[in-house]
């Protein structure tokens, strides 16, 4: 599965950003998809994911402020990312997660950066 990732930047504490995550698979196939982010010197970490069934599932450092969505028609999933504080600085990697006979499969995008400065 193709990930391609966008929407990162730098931006001042408060302010808002949406990251975007497209592939050319048709998202209803995949059976999660999610946002997961990895700051200097720390492990990468689930942000948010959204199922197929549209089950959603978000880190508590982030309830309230962010929002996953996804766009079917278009297979692109979004993070709408509110009230950024610098602790959000990381690099976040969109992940697609599929379900196989024998295991699962995780496919990840290439990362954008996002920075907030206080």
């Known amino acids: 599965v193709q990930l391609q990732a966008s929407g990162g930047g730098l931006v001042q504490a408060g302010r808002s950003l949406r990251l975007s995550c497209a592939t050319p698979r048709s998202i209803s196939s995949i059976n999660t998809m999610g946002w997961y982010r990895q700051a200097p010197g720390k492990q990468r ?7 197929r069934d549209s089950r959603i599932n978000y880190a508590d450092s982030v309830k309230g402020r962010f929002t996953i969505s996804r766009d079917s028609a278009e297979n ?18 969109c992940n697609a997660r599929l379900l196989r006979l024998g295991g699962v499969s995780d496919f990840w995008g290439q990362g954008t950066q996002v920075t907030v400065s206080s």
Do not use: C, I
């Open 76 to 93: 692109t999933v979004y993070l709408q990312m509110n009230s950024l504080q610098p602790e959000d600085t990381a690099v976040y990697y």
């Open 45 to 51: 970490e689930l942000v948010a994911s959204m199922t």
